[in-house]
């Protein structure tokens, strides 16, 4: 069964520091894509990153990164210097060759204070 | 289209009402998802369509929860005899083949209210 674990419920930060958002996959496959979606308050799921399980390399874009270790089934994502218009949900999201749909964590709320 | 579009992006139903929700996903993707987001929580996997084949309903939470895609394309999603339960967001995905590997598009949403 696939399972993925977001403990961090809410997190709120001050402008300009740096947030890490955590996330723990289960999974019994070894091929299988993992997922950051941003869900601003308009409701719209928005793709940020998708990796496989091929690629530990991480990540950079701008001022988000992505820190994807196997041996710990983790999928951090950070982002450095937030914004206020970085103040949304953030799903992190599995999917695998056994089931083709997302599972998705439940969720962190990252509140970005001015 | 551009995108996968959802409509109506509002529906208040009173209990017991059956309602229809459509989904219009990105012309040329074969697979089409639907997921059901309780306020607070992440999305839930309800059905998943290949074309027009159901390949898996085994998230649908009852018989009164019923999915068609007939020719491929646009799918419906139907609830009937709706009950409080039911109220939640309703996401419809889609993606060029197998998901994983495309990468998923999602819509804005139907916001269901049963009251």
């Known amino acids: 069964a696939q399972k993925v674990t977001q403990a961090q419920t809410e997190i709120s930060v001050v402008e300009k520091e740096d947030v890490t958002l955590d996330c723990v996959y289960e999974?019994?496959?070894?091929?299988?894509?993992l997922f950051w979606y941003k869900q601003p308050p308009s409701g719209e799921l928005v793709f940020l990153i998708r990796?496989?399980?091929?690629?530990?390399q991480n990540e950079i874009s701008g001022r988000y990164s992505w820190n994807f270790q196997k041996s710990t089934s983790s999928f951090n994502f950070t982002i450095t210097a937030s914004q206020v218009v970085d103040s949304a949900v953030y799903f992190c999201?599995?999917?695998?060759?056994?089931?083709?749909?997302?599972?998705f964590g439940s969720g962190t709320r990252l509140q970005v204070q001015p | 289209g551009a995108g996968v579009s959802q409509s109506p992006r509002y529906k208040v139903a009173k209990r017991g009402q059956d309602v229809a929700l459509r989904c219009d996903p990105i012309?040329?993707?074969?697979?089409l998802f639907w997921y059901q987001q309780a306020l607070g929580q992440g999305p839930e996997f309800l059905t998943y369509?290949?074309?027009?084949?159901?390949?898996?309903k085994s998230g649908l939470p009852s018989d009164r929860f019923f999915a068609e895609r007939p020719e491929g394309s646009v799918s419906t999603l139907k609830i009937q005899r709706t009950q409080q339960e039911d109220s939640a967001v309703y996401l419809c995905?889609?993606?060029?083949?197998?998901?994983?590997?495309?990468?998923?598009?999602f819509g804005s949403g139907t916001r269901l209210t049963v009251v």
């Open positions: 995905a889609s993606s060029l083949g197998s998901g994983g590997v495309y990468g998923y598009t």
């Open positions: 999974t019994r496959d070894t091929t299988y894509y």
């Open positions: 990796r496989n399980s091929f690629d530990e």
């Open positions: 999201a599995l999917s695998d060759t056994g089931r083709r749909a997302l599972t």
């Open positions: 012309s040329g993707h074969v697979s």
């Open positions: 369509f290949q074309n027009e084949a159901q390949l898996d």
